[in-house]
């Protein structure tokens, strides 16, 4: 029998949709110009770099001249982060962030505090939430920015990132947030919501990797990392990544589609099923992260009793693709800083498991998932160091 093949890690990176590959494939050899050039190759790159920067502009309620590409979620996290802190120089020293943040947020902090920055790490509830009231009262008169995370990639929780911008912008704090995990996935207006700066990720919603974006806010004003031909407004020297940034653009019009579709009604019906479906068949299961405030095709559990890599492996030769965790801290024996923020204990931790849809994911896909998963669970606490 042939083994089933179902991946459910689109939290750690989405295939590139088949319009967008399409969309990409004219900008390697026959759109070849560089955007800087001004004979007619450079112009078209040009307008295709301008056209994709509407796209995604568009997707979030952005100008297209607050959005700025750069080579990933992660630069643009350091961008935003570092950029702000640089640009303020002596003045403001304190910055925030949470508990639960992605590394390209949370290792920026611990860096800027290892070189002068005081930092408050804000703490999340047993559901992942930050609260306001702990971000109003870490604020100081010489707090520049905070950063907290639109939903979180471990757990899916989704921050209640209106208020959040509510009060740094009524204390004159400067409000960066990580969206990568929620921009294409659920509706986002930065014209509505008090946010400074925003980051997205292209290979999160069916783009190519090492593309991303920042929204920046008109009139907000940030030190470049990267100095040199001053392209994408100075922020983001080097020729521009013509195919990746093409490709991002035509991701954002297809989520902008799925949005308007109700995809996200979809995916979260069978999500529900997911989570519904494991926590009723194994003993000792928990659902990880809010219930409601939650990414729609985020599922992420806890089984007790059980290490969550040795689940991975046997789901893997099941066919099944999952994660244990966040995929960069995966294959380190450290639990998960987010569970562990979250007030699990240790052995709890371990036992976690990441699925995250896609706009792949069948009905058939999450039956066979609920086939394999349970006797899965079964064989290994049967052989497991945890049980007394
Ligand atoms: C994937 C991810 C990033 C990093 O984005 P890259 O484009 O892979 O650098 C940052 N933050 C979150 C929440 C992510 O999920």
Redo the contacts with the bound molecule.
Sequence with gaps: METRKVYLDN???TAVAEEVLNAMLPYFRESIGNPNSLHVWGRDARRAVDEARASVASLVGALPGEIIFT???????NLAIKGAVWRAGEAKKHIITSAV?????MDTFKWLAKKGCDVTFLPVDEYGLVSPESLASAIRSDTLLASV?????EVGTINPISQLGEICRERGVLFHT????AVGHIPIDVSKIPVDML?M????MYGP????ALYIRKGIKLTPLVHGGGQEFGLYSGTENVPGIVGMGAGARITLKLLEDGEAGRVSSLRDLLLDGITSRIPDSFVTGHRTERLPYHASVCVRHIEGEGMLLRMDFAGIGVSSG???TSGSLEPSHVLLAMGLDHATAHGSVRMTLGIDTTRDDIDYVLEKFPPIVETLRKMSPYKG
């Design positions: 939290s750690a990176t080579g990933g979620g992660s630069v643009s996290d943040e992605h590394h390209a947020v995370m639109y939903a979180n990639n990580d969206a990568v995990q980051t990720s292209s290979h999160k990797k090492g593309v991303g966040s995929a960069c």
